[in-house]
Each structure stands twice: as C-alpha cells, then as structure tokens.
C-alpha cells in the first residue's frame, strides 16, 4: 500500500525544506492515502506492470520515460534516515526495503507532479525562492550553521533552491488545479460547529500582570534575602497606591516589564504551581501577596477572568472554515495525483 500521498513526497526531499514547504496537511495526507489506496483496489496498479523489473543501468523507475536513478533514491532515503535520527527517532534497518519502496513511490509522485506543473506552464520567479531560502537561513543562529545543516543532509543549497522551485511550483498547481475549485459554506462550518461542541470548549482563564525580582532557586541564603527585601519593599509601594504596571516597567525583571508585568490569559497547567494557585485565586483587580517560585518573587494582579464555557461561532467560523477545507484539499488531492498516475507511463525496477 502506498502511504502519506504528496505528504511523504515532500518528506523525502530535504529536511529543512519540508519544514516549511508542506503542500499537503498530515492529517489530509491520511486520506489522500485511502483514496490512492481504493483506487488500487478497484482497478489494479498499472505502474509495476507485469512485475517489478530489475533494477538496469542504475535506474529504479521510469516516469514518461525520464529517469529516477537509484543513486536519487538511495540519497533522499539517507535524508530521510537523518531526520529520524535528528528527531530521536530510531532507525530500524529490518524495514529499509519497506522504506526504499514507499520513497520511490513517493518520488514517483514527485515526478509525475512536477512534469504536470511543467505542462501546464507553472512558473516561479528566482525572487520568490530566494525570499523562501532567506527565511529559512534566518531561523538558524548563523550562515555557518544552516550551511552545517545543509552538509548533516548531503544537499547543497543550489539543490535546495531547485527543491524548492520544483515544491512551489507543486503548490501553485495545485491551489490553481484542485484548491480553487474547492469551497466551504456557511452551512458545513455550522454544522461542523454544532457536531463537535468538545472543540470549542473553553477553560477557565485569567489575565494577570507580575512584577519579578529575580533569584535562582539555588542562590546563597544570602542572596535571596536580598531579593525578598527588594519585593517587600515594591509591595509596599504597590499597597500604597502606586501604579503597579509603572513599577513593573522600572523594576522587574521579567521582560513583560515592557508590557507593564502583562502575561495576557492564561489557563491553569500553563504557569507554575505556586504562580497559578495564586493569581486564580485573587478576584478581578486583587493583587497577591509575595509568590515565590523556582524564578524568584512575584507580586501579582489579575486584571480579567473568563468563565469556562464555548467559543462563539463567530469568533471561529474562519477557523473551522479553513480546516474543512484543507480536509477536502487532501481527499482532492489524493484523487489529482492518482488520476496523473493513470495516465503516466510508469516503470518500477527492483528495489532491495
């Protein structure tokens, strides 16, 4: 059975690049997966043919008569090997012809998606890849480093450039080809709304501003005594009427200090234990006495409570909206793909 659809191709071409690249939901791919797999069922896999061939000139598919060498498959499943490893998860070499089998399939996919972008003419200009290759060089500490990452996956960024040409161009078909035909009405996200109320529960909330002297669980007693004198004496001048969002700002050492001490909302498990007994405990404008906590002292004020209840539908119809449709998208897109791969001229060789 072929599994993960466009989901799994696009997880074998580079790690970095599937970070940010995802064509298809991994929920969605799910289904794309059924759908490919039915569609066998009914009439049969016509890409193997008569049987898998032998594995000739270094070849281990052919896709309307362009190659997929053997040498490409065995590089993206030690990529794909790498980013096991690197995500802590372990390799079990029992299932390398099982992992090699679904890559190719997967890369087959990739192919007959990317000669399809190609036909229709899909075009992607270098400034917007290299606006994508910029912004993923920004998410490590250094060039260095991403060009490290780069070397841990054996690609070179010219390659990954090309990877991304080709992921994009992928994504702009399919928003033009599948995505564009696909809508959502107001009556499926009511109803969506209305047949999963445990989705739109929400907890108990408050909205609390600190004020942080900070001391390292661990430090000298003496160290802390300081630390407790300084908060004493910020609690003073809170209790005598001083604003508490101005002396967050010139004395705590939190950096919502810039905010005035403000956490926004949070529910309870989000906070540590002391902190989060405390500010739920205080009414709406209360503030609390010295909280101390592994961080330090803490002077806190709820500023607003949420009552537990539901979300409104206004508030989330978009939401839901969106999440039905990129449900669709991965059923369309499963039955796009299979209908390309029935009318390619597919060649798998053997795979060990």
């Known amino acids: 059975m072929r599994t993960k659809g466009l989901c799994g191709c696009m ?23 059924k759908e ?13 043919g008569a049987g ?50 679904k890559i190719l399939d997967e890369l087959i996919d990739r192919e007959v998606l990317s000669q399809e972008a190609h036909r229709l003419g899909i075009k992607i200009e270098d400034a917007d890849v290299n606006n994508q290759i910029d912004a993923l060089k920004k998410k490590f500490p250094s060039e260095q480093e991403f060009k490290g990452a780069l070397g841990r996956m054996n690609i070179t960024e010219v390659d990954l450039k090309s990877q991304y040409r080709e992921a994009m161009a992928v994504r702009k078909m399919i928003d033009q080809e599948v995505g564009s035909k696909i809508s959502i009405n107001p009556e499926q996200t009511k109803k969506f709304y209305d047949e999963n109320p445990d989705y739109f ?46 002396i967050a700002k010139e004395a705590s050492d939190c ?12 529910q309870k498990g989000q906070m540590v234990g002391p902190f989060e007994d405390a ?6 404008g209360a503030v609390s006495d010295i909280v101390e906590t592994q961080f330090g002292y803490h002077l806190i004020k709820v500023t ?18 969106a999440h039905l449709k990129q449900e669709q998208l991965g059923q369309e897109i499963g039955k796009y793909v299979e209908q390309l791969r029935s009318k390619a001229k597919i060649e798998i060789f053997g795979v060990s």
């Open 11 to 33: 997880a074998v071409m580079c790690f970095c690049l599937f970070a940010m690249m995802h064509v298809l939901p991994a929920n969605a791919a799910e289904k794309a997966a």
């Open 36 to 48: 490919k797999k039915a569609a066998k069922d009914a009439a049969g896999d016509k890409t193997a």
């Open 52 to 101: 898998e061939k032998k594995s000739a000139d270094g070849k281990v598919a052919l896709v309307n008569g362009t190659t997929i060498k053997k040498s490409a498959l065995d590089a993206e499943v030690h990529r794909y090997e790498k980013s096991m490893v690197m995500s802590g998860q372990k390799v079990d070499p029992a299932k390398n012809s099982e992992v090699k089998k």
């Open 201 to 246: 529960k929400v907890p108990e909330m408050v909205r609390a501003s600190h004020i942080l002297v900070k001391v390292d669980a661990k430090a000298e007693e003496a160290d802390k005594t300081k630390a407790r004198e300084k908060i004493a004496e910020l609690q003073k001048r809170v209790q005598k009427g001083e604003d508490f969002a101005a």
């Open 255 to 266: 950096p919502s200090k810039e905010k005035g001490g403000d956490l926004d909302f949070f």
């Open 279 to 284: 500010a739920f405990a205080l009414k709406v």
């Open 304 to 321: 607003e409570k949420k009552e537990p209840g539901m979300m409104a539908y206004d508030e989330i119809k978009e939401k839901i909206a």
